[in-house]
């Protein structure tokens, strides 16, 4: 299981060599899938979205220092959902991907953003 962003999808502003990471992220899941599915090993990638974690706390105050809860609100306005997400959202969608339930997928990006890139993928 790796993990990416949704930077990693199409890039960032003022960030690239964090974008061109998680990018790279992308084609090593889908490179790995291939190379280790004889194996009955199965790799896959979380594409995270915002979170609410000590990171994107982090953004919220370099963006807006004087009040970074109006960072948060705009942020949660490009969110078709509307909120942050909570860390255990992103976690039941990596269980689910390590589950059996889960046991013919290899090689998928699973996109959890509440929605955030929809309009541009």
């Known amino acids: 299981m790796n993990t990416s962003s949704v930077n990693g ?3 960032v502003p003022q960030n ?6 998680k990018a790279g992220v ?18 896959n990638a979380l594409v995270a979205g915002g979170f609410d ?11 807006s220092p004087q009040d970074p809860l109006a960072a948060e609100r705009g942020f949660t306005q490009v969110v078709p959902l509307g909120w942050v997400g909570r860390p255990e959202e ?29 309009p541009f993928r």
Not at 27 to 39: F, H, N, P, R
Not at 53 to 63: D, H
Not at 98 to 103: D, L, Q, T, Y
């Open 9 to 11: 999808l199409g890039g």
């Open 53 to 63: 974690t000590p990171m994107l706390r982090g953004v919220f105050e370099r963006v």
């Open 90 to 118: 992103t976690a039941d969608a990596v269980l689910w991907l390590c589950s059996s339930v889960a046991s013919y997928v290899t090689g998928h990006s699973l996109i959890v953003d509440g929605g955030m890139t929809a």
């Open 26 to 43: 992308l084609g090593l899941t889908k490179s790995a899938a291939q190379e280790y599915a004889k194996q009955g090993i199965r790799i």
């Open 16 to 21: 690239a060599l964090y974008a061109a990471a």
